[in-house]
């Protein structure tokens, strides 16, 4: 046995090149006998595999598209998406849109409180991701969103086996590490080793015994991602007040103008349209509000000539000590029509969302896409609730806890006066 192996081994390594040219005789006697090179069939190949990536990312393109004009319509769109992806090509793609479609119905289930559009939101962003890695683009990182906390307050003056824990609702929490920090008199501490993470959308806080070390001198708990705060959690204490909250309407006098890229086509619609669609929105990051645009313009017939993209830009900051409880306006503004001539086109936004108008420039004499297509919007009034930052307990979390009865009445007898001052 082992004389035959040391044999093996010396063919292997001493008459090499013998398979090869075997090898090469095999594959000129084949080009023979088929009249056509080896180069062709694998051209042909490449071919299929490009179109077959062509497919797919123009069925992430509609996808993308259907949840820019309507993000409520995500499981629909998902689902469909999933039925067009059906060459054996496609399966690692589809594959991943099911997944998804799968990750966002157990997302909406029980405590989640997430909004319909938050979660269309989340399930572009997923698309994007896919559409990118399919594409060798850079991929965006996943930013974890948070929902809901329950409790919204740890009370101290409940017995200790009624705030054992917190429990964090909201969308991929499983994607990357998430800082957890609890504040005190004498500074802060890590406690992250305490965050036990269920699903991707379930997260828990152990505040127990063996837990997070939650003492009369605790403040606040917070949630950091990549240093950004994402949720701070009040620890009442005997004498821990009232946050200050109050309603801020901020105005912007000044118009944003976006053209967007060529994506497809000749640049020129000549006539023919373009079909038109924009969608503005307005996002609470907790300390500034994001105002997103997009615009799509795409010919009617021919070859379909396209120009597509989207900004997004800080639309608004928070003072100092202070942040963004909510939006009270509507956050979103849309608006379609198909263009007919060379002039401009209004298209009255409302008087509740992001936009009071748009003003789009579609098809004019000469190349358009990429250049001239694009859209000016003005903007409504912003009006946002404001929370103060410091160590006390929001209006809004001391109401919480006293629908779950998760507040000592004691508590309550002592910031009620407090709350009925702070009231508008």
């Known amino acids: 046995m082992t004389k035959t192996t040391t044999s093996f ?7 090499i090149g013998i398979p090869k040219l075997l090898l090469c005789l095999l594959v000129f006697v084949l080009i023979l006998i088929t009249g056509c090179s080896i180069g062709d069939k694998i051209d042909k190949l490449t071919d299929k595999v490009s179109d077959v990536a ?8 509609s996808a993308i598209d259907a949840l820019d004009r309507n993000s409520a319509s995500w499981q629909s769109v998902l689902q469909d998406t999933t039925t067009k992806l059906t060459d054996e090509a496609q399966s690692t793609v589809r594959n991943e849109v099911s997944d998804l479609l799968n990750r966002s119905v157990a997302a909406t289930g029980n405590e989640l409180r997430c909004n319909i559009d938050f979660i269309g939101s989340r399930v572009r962003q997923a698309l994007a991701r896919i559409r990118a890695r399919l594409l060798h683009q850079a991929i965006p990182p996943v930013e974890p969103a948070l929902c809901h906390v329950v409790p919204a307050a740890v009370d101290m003056a409940l017995d200790a086996s009624r705030r054992n824990k917190l429990e964090f609702f909201g969308y991929d929490f499983d994607t990357t590490p998430i800082k957890v920090t609890l504040h005190s008199k004498s500074g802060a501490l890590d406690v992250s080793n305490k965050l036990d993470r269920l699903t991707h959308y379930h997260m828990t806080l152990n505040l127990g015994a063996n837990g997070v070390p939650v003492s009369s001198a605790s403040d606040r708990l917070t949630l950091e991602w990549q240093s950004r705060p994402i949720s701070s959690i009040a620890v009442i204490q005997p004498a821990t007040p009232v946050c200050r909250e109050k309603t801020e309407t901020y105005a912007r006098d000044t118009y944003l103008s976006f053209t967007p890229p060529h994506t497809r086509g000749d640049k020129e619609f000549s006539g023919n349209g373009p079909e038109v669609w924009a969608n503005a929105r307005w996002s609470n990051e907790g300390t500034h509000v994001n105002f997103r645009l997009w615009m799509k313009a795409q010919e009617t017939r021919s070859d379909w000539t396209t120009a597509e993209g989207e900004r997004t830009d800080t639309y608004y900051t928070a003072p100092p000590g202070w942040r963004i409880d909510s939006i009270v306006n509507s956050v979103e503004s849309t608006a379609h029509y198909v263009d007919t001539d060379h002039n401009d086109d209004r298209q009255g936004g409302g008087p ?14 000469g190349d358009d896409a990429g250049s001239y297509t694009g859209v000016d919007v003005t903007f409504n009034p912003l009006v946002v609730k404001l929370v103060e930052v410091a160590n006390c307990a929001p209006a809004s979390a001391i109401k919480s806890l ?7 009445p004691s508590t309550i007898k002592r910031l009620q006066p407090m709350m009925l001052k702070l009231k508008p």
């Open 9 to 15: 081994s010396r063919l292997s390594q001493t008459d």
């Open 54 to 61: 062509g497919d797919t990312v123009a069925t992430l393109d």
């Open 352 to 365: 509740n969302g992001p936009v009071k108008e748009f003003k789009f420039r579609g098809d004019r004499s």
């Open 402 to 408: 006293q629908i779950k009865n998760l507040i000592a």
